[in-house]
Each structure stands twice: as structure tokens, then as C-alpha cells.
């Protein structure tokens, strides 16, 4: 009997064989090609669609979609035709790609990726949808892979009928995502509107990066205006600027094509080392600090300085300003950065300022990222306005967290290192760090110098009738002070490791990088703090 004729015999040569045709169409109605409209509707509000984001974010050919066929759960309601062309893939679309494969073998770029679809209904979360975010969770626990997701959508749908479920509070999928927090890099993207269930997804993110045009909430307009709390636009609320400044959003960019970088940029750090790169001229760290010691100075350009050219890439700029935290490489290899920033608050670590170094601290360990503490303030922020912000809580966190670091710690003190915001900025004590040196020009003191003097010193102040000789004390012991509190005198007692010429600052932590062992994993899992 032949096997090309006849009865269950293969079709003639050129004719599609009736299942492969319905598998084509079914494919192809999942396409952008294939959804002209929703195209345009991205079209018209500025935005990429949701395939656009994936095939800019994975290396091109390597991404696998799961569930791609899925449909919404309105059988009951809509025939099979509508669902076809009003529910691709449910509005969830799932894989798993690689992600700056031209730097890293298959097994580190290797990343799998969520990504909501606003264009069917709305970015809403489905039944079925949900289904699949389970299935591809589990994945990734198992596999321990990266996540990048796009989060934008509003949250839980309302009218998927297929379902005898009341509430669906046993819906599993946030847990699963929360359970991943410390076990794989987690980035959040969202471009427009990202509220209710979808901003719950994106809160429990490492990191999350967000265009201009995003608004970020935990109730919608329909939530909100629901429980009776008045009528509001969208566009009312969480807007960037006010996410920006409270620390939800960690990098703010112009639109998604920023965005998509920004994300490969922060997954490179995770992914591993590079090819060391270039960096500016070390000598122009000698002269980065101005003259006058109480002038404040711009500590970016000396990070930028210190780390590979083009490898800075800083988290919640507006939040908790007094204090730098950003992932960079030296010589390839990734870090962890925290600097006090003199042009916010003299440098000082208030409430917002020590919850971002206390959670920087645990992205960091979770993923063993050693972590460089370039030091310059007066201590932690105090005063009773201070006091309302729970301040005694929030910067003890730095030392709690510093407290369970398994990475090497390494610090340099530019300037000031005064008091307990100096021990909490050198990872809980001096000679807790693996190497604790400073600059020539750092000062010491267990507070501000001139405070310390007028304060301890008072009754012999007061004891000087004269004013103008009683200042010209005070001058002479406060002098006397900041000598005793020299680099070079604390060095000669053994309080800093080495006073190191500013230009060695990057071959000193070179070297202290090649130094250390690779840290130990504990088998605990090392969660990060939403917050």
C-alpha cells in the first residue's frame, strides 16, 4: 500500500493540510501583522505594542512563547470566532528567551519574560491568564531564571463568565511571584497605566523601571470611585512624578525603548562579569573635592569616575536624596555603590535615605553583588521633624541589613565620616568592612567637630568672660579637634585601614575585588524587601 495516495494518504505537493491551515490562522491572529486595529490603537497614544517590547528586549530567534493559543475564559458569552480575534493569548504573553547573549553563554542570558497586553481588555487579568502566569512561575523557581515584566493593565477582569468562583481570592499567582523575591532577578516595565492586581505584580519587583506617561496604583478610577472615595481620571493617579519621589519607581525613563535598555543594562549586572572596560583618568580624583571643606561637591561625576565608562546606572534618584545607590562595574566586574550626596541635606542619612541603602543592601547580597560605600557625612538626620518620620526605626535598617551581608563590604571616606551614620555608611562599624581606608582629606569624630567642642566644652567656654577671647578658644580646640580627627591620626591608631592617594581609589578596590573569596551561600533564601 502506498504511503503518498490514496485515502490518509499526505496531501499533494504545495497543499496545506487542514490542520496546519487552522494552526497558521490561529497563529497568525496573534500577531501584530494579524491585529491591525489594536496596532493602531498603540499608534494613537504613543506606544509600542506589547510584541513590539519583547522582540527589542530578547536576542532575535530565541524566544519560545507559551500559551499563545490561550483564550478568555467567556465561552459561555462569546463564540469561538470573537474570542479568536478579541483575546490573543489571553492578554498574557509568556516565554522564555536570552537577553544580552552577544556578553554571556546561553545559561546566564537565559530570561524568561511576562508581559501583559493592554490591547485585550485592557491589560486585564484573566482566568486563564492567570492559569498560564502560574505555570511559567513555577518555571522559573525551577529553573531559576530572570524575570522581566511588563506590567501594564488594570488589574482583575470582571466579566470572565466560565467560572463557578466567587471571589478568586485563592488565586495563587502573587504568592508565586512574591516566592521568587531572592531567588531571581525580577524587573517591572510599565508604560501607561499599571493599577489593582497588575501594580500588585509590579511592586513585588527588584526593581522597577517606568516612563513618563505611566501612572502606577493599587485601585483604578472604577476601584476607587467603587468604594466611594470620589471620581478621579486615571491619569490622577500615581503619576510618575509622584512615584518617583516616593521611591516606588526606581529608574524613570522617556518612554519603552528607554525602558527595554535600562532593563537589559540592569539584568547585565546579575548576568555576570564582562570584558573589563575603559574608565576616565584616575588623577582627577585628587582634585574632585573643593578646597573649603564645608563647600558641598557633586558625587556622581566621582563614581562615574571610579567605574567603567558608561556602567553606572543609578535606583531611586529622587527618593531619599541625601544617598547614592547604583549598580556599576570596575574592570568588568559588577558592584553594588552606595555615596552620601553633600548637596541634600549636608549628606545626611534621614529616614527615606537609610530605607534605600537597607534594601540595596539585600538586592544586592540576594544576588552577591559586592557592595562600595564611598563615605561623607555629618550622621544620621535628628531633630524633631526628623523624629516624625520614625527615624530611630527606619536608619537602624542599615545596620540590621548590613548585619546579615554575606558580600564583600568595602569603604572609602572622602570627606566626613562622623558619628553613627558613619559606622552604618561603613557597613555597621570601621573595621567591619574588608577594607576601611579614606582619602587625605577625611575628618573623624564621633559628631560634628565644632558641635562636639562647643557642647563638651561649654563650662570651660563659659568660664571665659571675654567674648572675643572665649571664641578664640573655642577656635583653638576645635582646631585641636579636627587635628586628632585627621585620616592620617586616625590611621596612626589603627581606626582606618590605610589613607590612600584619591587617583589609587580604583586599584585599591581592584585589588580588595580579587582579594576576597567568593561568599558562601547560605541555603536560606535571601528575600528583598519591597520596600
Not at 539585600?362 to 535628628?382: E, H, K, R
Amino acid at each position: 500500500m502506498s504511503d503518498t495516495n490514496g485515502d490518509g494518504g499526505s496531501p499533494p505537493t504545495g497543499e496545506v493540510r487542514p490542520e496546519l491551515a487552522a494552526l497558521r490562522e490561529r497563529l497568525a491572529a496573534t500577531t501584530d501583522a494579524g491585529r491591525p486595529e489594536a496596532v493602531a490603537r498603540r499608534r494613537k497614544t504613543g506606544q509600542r505594542t506589547t510584541r513590539e517590547n519583547i522582540a527589542d528586549l530578547v536576542d532575535a530567534g530565541s524566544f519560545s512563547e507559551y500559551g499563545g493559543l490561550a483564550l478568555a475564559a467567556q465561552r459561555s458569552t462569546r463564540s469561538l470566532e470573537d474570542l479568536v480575534r478579541a483575546s490573543p493569548a489571553d492578554g498574557l504573553i509568556c516565554g522564555v528567551g536570552t537577553v544580552n547573549r552577544a556578553l554571556f553563554d546561553d545559561e546566564r542570558a537565559r530570561t524568561m519574560v511576562l508581559a501583559y497586553d493592554y490591547t485585550v481588555f485592557a491589560g486585564t487579568q484573566g482566568l486563564v491568564g492567570h492559569r498560564k502566569l502560574d505555570r511559567m512561575l513555577a518555571l522559573a523557581a525551577q529553573w531559576r531564571v530572570p524575570v522581566v515584566f511588563f506590567a501594564e493593565g488594570g488589574g482583575g477582569r470582571p466579566n470572565d463568565t466560565d467560572t463557578h468562583t466567587v471571589s478568586a481570592l485563592d488565586t495563587p499567582s502573587f504568592l508565586a511571584f512574591a516566592a521568587l523575591s531572592g531567588l531571581v532577578p525580577r524587573v517591572g516595565l510599565v508604560s501607561g497605566r499599571c493599577f489593582a492586581g497588575n501594580a500588585a505584580l509590579l511592586g513585588s519587583c527588584d526593581v522597577i523601571i517606568a516612563t513618563d506617561d505611566s501612572n502606577i496604583g493599587m485601585g483604578g478610577p472604577a476601584m476607587i470611585e467603587g468604594g466611594g472615595l470620589g471620581s478621579f481620571a486615571p491619569e490622577e493617579i500615581g503619576p510618575a512624578d509622584v512615584q518617583t519621589r516616593n521611591g516606588v519607581i526606581d529608574v524613570r525613563v522617556r518612554d519603552e525603548a528607554e525602558a527595554v535598555s535600562v532593563a537589559k543594562q540592569y539584568l547585565s549586572y546579575f548576568q555576570g562579569p564582562v570584558v573589563p572596560g575603559e574608565c576616565a583618568p584616575q588623577e582627577r580624583l585628587r582634585d574632585a573635592l573643593p578646597e573649603n571643606r564645608r563647600r558641598a561637591y557633586k558625587v556622581r561625576p566621582i563614581i562615574e569616575t571610579l567605574a567603567d565608562t558608561g556602567s553606572v546606572l543609578e535606583l531611586r534618584r529622587d527618593f531619599g536624596r541625601s544617598l547614592v545607590t547604583a549598580l556599576v562595574r570596575i574592570e568588568g566586574q559588577p558592584l553594588g555603590l552606595i555615596a552620601n550626596d553633600t548637596f541634600h541635606l549636608g549628606g545626611a542619612i534621614d529616614a527615606s535615605a537609610a530605607d534605600k541603602a537597607a534594601r540595596f543592601f539585600q538586592l544586592c547580597d540576594a544576588f552577591g553583588l559586592p557592595i562600595v560605600s564611598l563615605c561623607d557625612t555629618p550622621g544620621f538626620m535628628v531633630g524633631p521633624k526628623a523624629e516624625e518620620t520614625a527615624l530611630v526605626r527606619h536608619v537602624s535598617r542599615m545596620f540590621v541589613g548590613a548585619a546579615s551581608l554575606s558580600v564583600p563590604f568595602f569603604t572609602v571616606v572622602l570627606r566626613r565620616g562622623y558619628g553613627l551614620g558613619a559606622q552604618a555608611m561603613a557597613g555597621g562599624h570601621f573595621h567591619a568592612p574588608v577594607f576601611n581606608v579614606s582619602w587625605p582629606t577625611g575628618e573623624f569624630g564621633g559628631m560634628n567637630l565644632e558641635g562636639a567642642v562647643r557642647i563638651g566644652m561649654r563650662k570651660q567656654l563659659e568660664a571665659v568672660e571675654d567674648p572675643a577671647a572665649r571664641e578664640e578658644l573655642a577656635k583653638a580646640l576645635i582646631a585641636e579637634a579636627h587635628q586628632r580627627g585627621t585620616a592620617l591620626n586616625m590611621a596612626s591608631l589603627l581606626e582606618l585601614d590605610a589613607v590612600i592617594d584619591p587617583a589609587e581609589t580604583r586599584a585599591w578596590l581592584v585589588r580588595g575585588l580579587r582579594s576576597v573569596p567568593k561568599p558562601a551561600r547560605e541555603g536560606r533564601r535571601r528575600y528583598i524587601d519591597t520596600w
